[in-house]
Structures are given as structure tokens and as C-alpha cells.
T-cell receptor
Framework: GENVEQHPSTLSVQEGDSAVIKCTYS??????FPWYKQELGKRPQLIID?????GEKKDQRIAVTLNKTAKHFSLHITETQPEDSAVYFC?????????????FGKGTKLSVKP | DAGVTQSPTHLIKTRGQHVTLRCSPI?????VSWYQQVLGQGPQFIFQ???????GRGNFPDRFSARQFPNYSSELNVNALLLGDSALYLC?????????????FGQGTRLTVV
């Protein structure tokens, strides 16, 4: 089955700096890669996603890149702010049919210091 | 539009007891998935239901079962509770009639087994 590895497990940056979180997946059939942000005690919130027919996607300060050949994808956050502090999870799934369960990485705790 | 709602929000049970968790998906969503999130880990897939049929099952024992009702709401049942079942149980809904959509999570049910 699919396995998703996520690095680093913790990341500390100064406000205004960039943060990069990397994930690798094992199943070449996976074609949908969402990123979720989870603040303490709250639900995971979808922040951005990418499908396998696209190499990069941006939404304001957040971007995701996908390398299908290497089977890895990354989250980039620019101009980080204290409110970006949270745990970020990457996930992979095979979407397009009626299935599509998400396989998550173990998470990255991002701390943005003012 | 209401988001995914789960009940109850918190629950304390004794080892050996049985528990039922409930989830109402976003209006129009036909798929409900259940995840277990242990503290400090990413969500782990338990079940997916689509149009009232089980479409996927994760690596969980038979003590875990679920069902989906005609209105697309869902229940997760866990029998013979163990201390290790203590976790945040998340429900996610997705899949509108026209095709797959992003998965949106409910706020979760925090289950504590004592």
C-alpha cells in the first residue's frame, strides 16, 4: 500500500523567512496530494492541493511542487507569519474513482518566531 | 453551508465498553471517511463509505465497524475498547455528485478510554 514520508518533523523559522516541508510517496498510482494545517485542538484544514497533471500550484504565500518521477512533493510558505505556526500534514491518494482515502505523513510542527 | 459535524465532541469510556461516533457530511457530499489520529501523529485511515457502501478499509481490527445511512450520515462503532483506542476520531466528507472533491474534516471526537 501507499506510504508517505514527511520531513522535517519540526521546523523553526524567523518571521518573514521561508519554510519548506518535503514529502515522498511510494505508490506511483497516487495522483492527488493535499496539504492540511492543523492548529492545536482543531480540525485539519485543507490549505492547498495538487493533482498529478500539474507540476506546481500557488496560492498567495503558499506553493506546492510535485515531481512525479522522483515521487516527491513539497510545500513552500514564503514571508512566514506567527499565525502560520501549526502542524502541517501532507497526504497522498488515488483520486478519480469512488475511492480516495488519504494516506498522511506524520506531520511537521512549524514554529514561526516573531 | 454547514461543514462536517461530529458528535459527541468528547467521550470517556471504560475498557471493554462499546462506543458509537456520529458524523454528518457537508450537504451534497456522498462519501464519508473515518480517521484515527493519535496524539503527535498524522490521521490514519479507518474506513471510507460512498453511496452507503464500504469502499475502503484501513489496517484496523474487526472491533471497528461503520455504516452510512441513506442521508449520507455515518456512524463509527468500536467494540471491546482498549486503552490504545484513545485518540481523536476524525470524519471527512467528499465527493459531490459530479465527481471527486477535496476532503473536509469535522472537528473530531476526542475519545478517552480509561
Amino acid at each position: 500500500g501507499e506510504n508517505v514520508e514527511q520531513h522535517p518533523s519540526t521546523l523553526s523559522v524567523q518571521e518573514g523567512d521561508s519554510a519548506v516541508i518535503k514529502c515522498t510517496y511510494s505508490d506511483s498510482a497516487s495522483n492527488y496530494f493535499p496539504w492540511y494545517k492543523q492548529e492545536l485542538g482543531k480540525r485539519p484544514q485543507l490549505i492547498i492541493d495538487i493533482r498529478s497533471n500539474v507540476g506546481e500550484k500557488k496560492d498567495q504565500r503558499i506553493a506546492v511542487t510535485l515531481n512525479k518521477t522522483a515521487k516527491h512533493f513539497s510545500l513552500h510558505i514564503t514571508e512566514t507569519q506567527p499565525e502560520d505556526s501549526a502542524v502541517y500534514f501532507c497526504a497522498a491518494s488515488i483520486s478519480g474513482g469512488s475511492q480516495g482515502n488519504l494516506i498522511f505523513g506524520k506531520g511537521t510542527k512549524l514554529s514561526v518566531k516573531p | 453551508d454547514a461543514g462536517v459535524t461530529q458528535s459527541p465532541t468528547h467521550l470517556i469510556k471504560t475498557r471493554g465498553q462499546h462506543v458509537t461516533l456520529r458524523c454528518s457530511p457537508i450537504s451534497g457530499h456522498k462519501s464519508v471517511s473515518w480517521y484515527q489520529q493519535v496524539l503527535g501523529q498524522g490521521p490514519q485511515f479507518i474506513f471510507q463509505y460512498y453511496e452507503k457502501e464500504e469502499r475502503g478499509r484501513g489496517n484496523f481490527p474487526d472491533r471497528f465497524s461503520a455504516r452510512q445511512f441513506p442521508n449520507y450520515s455515518s456512524e463509527l462503532n468500536v467494540n471491546a475498547l482498549l486503552l490504545g483506542d484513545s485518540a481523536l476520531y476524525l470524519c471527512a466528507s467528499s465527493w459531490k455528485g459530479g465527481g471527486p472533491t477535496e476532503a473536509f474534516f469535522g472537528q473530531g471526537t476526542r475519545l478517552t478510554v480509561v
